[in-house]
């Protein structure tokens, strides 16, 4: 993944060579930060083999809700506040319909949907229908908080934002959660065989909550960082990225039927659409025509890694072989 | 003595169990459902029992259904369609521009817009051949393969139009989108008339019980000696025919073609109708999809009419859908339960 990955950075910078240098990374890196953090809110949840939609919406409610909350309590701070708030509200939101699946034993999916309308629903019902331009003092001029600056020719200036300190120690984390806890190798034993992780002993439901709130959390971060590099916050946001976020993380390696995925790939994924979007631009390709390279590439992809996973004839010819010569 | 009593308390105990079972059988319950609601919003407003409400309901649900019920069918069949609304787009913008960009004095213009039409149609079948070629010949996962091809077909109309609309059709195709015959609106008739269809090839026809078959198990029913491979084909090419009808009337209904109508909100509703008619792979019946669709087109018009005074009518009815799906979900796991017939009381 990493390596194609490359491939097509060096094949675009030969094309286009204002393509490769710094100010083109930290751009990227900064329209990918967002994606990149719901992503890894997804992953968990399609590890455990279930397919969650709600995840833009809740990002949009807790971050919109927090921003409102906030700014009625004269709240003056910076986005430290805003996260932790968020992040809970995410947390409590994947805690419900966490409650509904397991209680009722439903699965995640059409509950999701039903979670994606009703949270987009109270944010332009309930709070607002408006976009909201007020930011507090401690968050004007947070987009442009770089810890590297550099100067392009081409771009401007640019920098490294900030905010990949949280990316990096959310993914760290979500990585030692994946790797080394019960709840979340439970997590991958759910996912290859529901049957067989309850007959081991693992409480399904309780890993299942966990992973939606912690898919609930991730998003609610994701939304206050993507509202802050806008400047403004939206009662829509990230409405109709659904899929391309889930699109990211399937082409990162988690299976969506489970069982499979790793914090790296998902990374990889997230930025490899936005390289690969980026770079048509860099390649002069008009924008009408985006979407539909991006559709060709999408298609390849999924079906040259469907040809990939289908074992040979010949080697499963030779795994009976070794079974039987065992027997 | 005593065994004559005990077998008439067996009998009423029978009849009772087959009358629970008729009641609580989905289709009721959808017309429980709706019944319910066209009720409260006849409370609620006097605006609500009229025909002109009845006529937009039956107006607009045909195209969210037409949609539904491709997807329902790809479901059935053990995978998913999401490319439903881009595939009605895609044939839409292929008839509008046969319309437009075509000297008009050739042809007639009842031929010009049959063949538009045929076009139309023609296009949501390679639309779902493409899917069904993907999903069943090149394993790609349903899911994958519709995110996929949603993708492409967007991007081919947005290359195709430069991003613009395009109007200005004659009238006969607006008569398909706004029409209607004996006071009830065309497209509602499209939709009760595929409905039929479908409904004659899922539960009466050998490829209805081909479809079920490989939804519930494609392992045995290749092992039976059915085609898979073309069955799953096939649905979704149903699946892209029964889109492009819905994209002709989307156009017909609007009188014009862009590549971004309905995005992704169409897609997911499309997906709810499916979860409200209890669809899932290998079973599932077509009447339920109708009346699922109707229910959600009743909710939102019925919403939008009610409270017409506040600014924020229409988005209520998101939050209204959200809680009323998973309701919907609940109630029908609960009523599974009930379903499910007792364990015997030792006697």
């Given at each position: 993944?990493?390596?194609?990955?490359l491939?097509?950075?060096?094949?675009?910078?030969?094309?286009?060579?204002?393509f490769?240098?710094?100010?083109t990374l930290?751009?990227?890196v900064?329209?990918?930060?967002?994606?990149?953090?719901m992503g890894?809110g997804v992953?968990?949840?399609l590890i455990?083999?279930?397919?969650?939609l709600?995840?833009c919406?809740v990002?949009?409610f807790?971050a919109f809700?927090?921003?409102h909350?906030l700014?009625?309590l004269g709240y003056?701070?910076?986005?430290?506040m805003y996260l932790?708030l968020?992040g809970?509200?995410?947390?409590?939101?994947?805690?419900?319909?966490g409650?509904?699946?397991?209680?009722f034993?439903?699965?995640?999916?059409?509950?999701?949907?039903g979670?994606w309308m009703f949270?987009?629903?109270?944010?332009?019902?309930?709070?607002?229908?408006?976009i909201?331009?007020?930011?507090p003092?401690?968050?004007?001029?947070y987009y442009?908080?770089?810890?590297v600056?550099?100067?392009?020719p081409?771009?401007?200036?640019?920098?490294?934002?900030e905010a990949i300190?949280y990316?990096?120690?959310?993914?760290l984390?979500?990585?030692f959660f994946?790797?080394?806890?019960?709840?979340g190798?439970?997590l991958y034993?759910?996912?290859?065989?529901r049957?067989?992780a309850?007959?081991?002993?693992?409480n399904v439901g309780?890993?299942?909550?966990i992973?939606l709130v912690l898919s609930?959390?991730?998003s609610?971060i994701a939304g206050?960082?993507?509202?802050?590099?806008?400047?403004?916050?939206?009662?829509t946001?990230f409405?109709?990225q659904?899929?391309?976020?889930l699109?990211?993380v399937?082409?990162?390696?988690?299976s969506l039927e489970g069982g499979?995925g790793s914090?790296?790939g998902?990374?990889?994924g997230v930025f490899f659409?936005q390289v690969?979007?980026?770079?048509?631009?860099?390649?002069?390709?008009?924008g009408?025509?985006?979407?539909?390279?991006?559709?060709?590439?999408?298609i390849i992809?999924?079906?040259a890694s469907s040809?990939?996973?289908?074992p040979?004839p010949?080697k499963m010819?030779?795994l009976?072989?070794?079974?039987?010569g065992?027997r | 003595?005593?065994t004559?009593?005990?077998r008439?308390?067996?009998?009423?105990?029978?009849?009772?169990v087959?009358?629970?079972?008729?009641?609580?059988t989905?289709?009721?319950l959808?017309?429980?459902?709706?019944?319910?609601?066209?009720?409260c919003?006849g409370?609620?407003t006097?605006?609500?029992?009229t025909?002109r409400t009845f006529?937009?309901?039956a107006?607009q649900?045909?195209?969210?259904?037409?949609?539904?019920l491709g997807?329902?069918?790809?479901?059935m069949?053990g995978?998913?369609?999401?490319?439903v609304?881009d595939?009605?787009n895609l044939?839409?913008?292929?008839?509008g521009?046969f319309?437009?960009r075509?000297?008009?004095?050739?042809?007639?213009?009842?031929v010009h817009?049959?063949?538009?039409v045929?076009l139309a149609?023609?296009?949501?079948?390679?639309?779902g051949?493409l899917?069904?070629?993907?999903?069943?010949?090149?394993?790609v996962?349903p899911?994958?393969?519709?995110?996929?091809?949603l993708?492409?077909f967007?991007g081919?109309s947005?290359a195709?139009?430069?991003?613009t609309?395009?109007a200005g059709f004659p009238r006969?195709?607006?008569?398909?989108g706004r029409g209607?015959v004996?006071?009830v609106?065309i497209?509602?008739?499209i939709?009760?008339?595929?409905?039929l269809?479908?409904?004659?090839?899922?539960?009466?026809?050998?490829l209805?019980?081909?479809i079920?078959?490989?939804?519930?198990?494609?392992?045995?029913?290749r092992?039976?000696?059915i085609?898979?491979k073309?069955?799953?084909?096939?649905t979704?090419i149903?699946s892209g025919?029964?889109?492009?009808?819905?994209?002709i009337i989307i156009?017909?209904?609007?009188?014009?073609v862009a590549?971004?109508?309905?995005?992704q909100t169409y897609?997911?509703?499309a997906?709810a109708i499916?979860s409200?008619?209890a669809?899932s792979?290998?079973?599932?019946t077509?009447?339920?999809?109708?009346?699922?669709?109707l229910i959600l087109?009743?909710l939102?018009?019925g919403?939008?009419g009610?409270m017409m005074?506040?600014?924020r009518?229409?988005?209520?009815?998101d939050?209204?859908?959200?809680?009323?799906m998973?309701a919907i979900?609940?109630?029908?796991?609960?009523?599974?339960?009930a379903?499910?017939?007792?364990p015997?009381k030792?006697r």
């Open positions: 993944m990493g390596i194609l990955l491939v097509i950075c060096a094949v675009v910078g030969v094309f286009s060579p204002s490769i240098s710094f100010a930290f751009e990227m900064r329209g990918s930060l967002a994606f990149a953090i890894l992953l968990p949840v455990a083999g279930e397919v969650n709600s995840f919406s990002a949009a807790s809700a927090t921003h909350l700014l009625r003056q701070g910076g986005i430290g932790i968020s809970l509200m995410g947390s409590l939101a994947g805690w419900v319909m409650v509904i699946v397991t209680r034993k439903l699965r995640v999916f059409p509950v999701s949907l979670f949270w987009y629903g109270m944010n332009l019902f309930v709070i607002s229908p408006i909201n331009f007020t930011l003092p401690g968050l004007v001029g442009s908080r770089y810890i600056t550099v100067q392009d081409v771009i401007g200036v640019s920098g490294l934002h300190i990316l990096l120690a959310m993914a984390l979500m990585w994946l790797r080394y806890t019960m709840m190798r439970g034993a759910v996912g290859g065989n049957e067989v309850v007959r081991i002993g693992y309780k890993i299942l909550t992973a609930g959390a991730l609610g206050v960082i993507q509202c802050s590099f806008y400047r403004y916050f939206t009662p946001l409405r109709g659904e899929l391309s976020v699109t990211a399937v082409i990162g390696g988690a499979r914090v790296l998902t990374i990889l659409i690969v979007t980026r770079s048509l631009v860099y390649l002069g390709v008009k009408e025509y985006q979407q539909f390279v991006l559709g060709l590439m999408l992809f999924f079906v040809i990939k996973r289908k040979r010949e010819a030779k009976e072989e070794d079974t039987q065992g | 003595m005593e004559q009593a005990r008439t308390k067996d009998k009423i105990f029978l009849v009772f087959m009358f629970k079972r008729l009641l609580l989905h289709e009721v959808l017309l429980t459902a709706l019944g319910i609601s066209i009720l919003f409370l609620l006097n605006r609500f029992l025909y006529s937009v309901i107006t649900c045909a195209e969210i259904g037409l949609m539904g997807m329902g069918l790809t479901i069949v995978g998913v369609d999401l490319s609304n595939t009605a044939s839409a913008l292929v008839a521009l319309l437009t075509l000297p008009k004095d050739l042809l007639s213009t009842g817009v049959l063949i538009s045929l149609l023609c296009t949501g079948i390679l639309c051949y899917n069904g070629f993907l999903v069943a010949y090149l394993q996962p899911i994958l393969a519709s995110l996929g091809t993708t492409l967007r081919i947005a195709v139009t430069g991003g609309r395009i006969s195709i607006s008569f398909i209607s004996l006071g609106p497209p509602f008739l939709l009760i008339g595929s409905g269809l479908m409904h004659l090839i899922v539960n009466h026809s050998a209805g019980y081909k079920r078959y490989v939804g519930t198990s494609i392992r045995t029913a092992l039976s000696g085609k898979d073309s069955t799953i084909v096939i979704y149903i025919l029964l889109s492009s009808i819905a994209g156009m017909g209904r609007t009188g014009s590549y971004e109508y309905g995005t897609v997911l509703v997906r499916v409200l008619a669809v792979s290998g079973s599932g077509v009447a339920n999809l109708v009346l699922a669709a087109q009743v939102s018009t919403f939008y009610t005074t506040s600014s009518a229409s988005f209520f009815k939050i209204f859908w959200g809680i009323f998973i979900l609940i109630f029908e796991q609960v009523i599974k339960r379903r499910r017939p007792q015997k030792a």
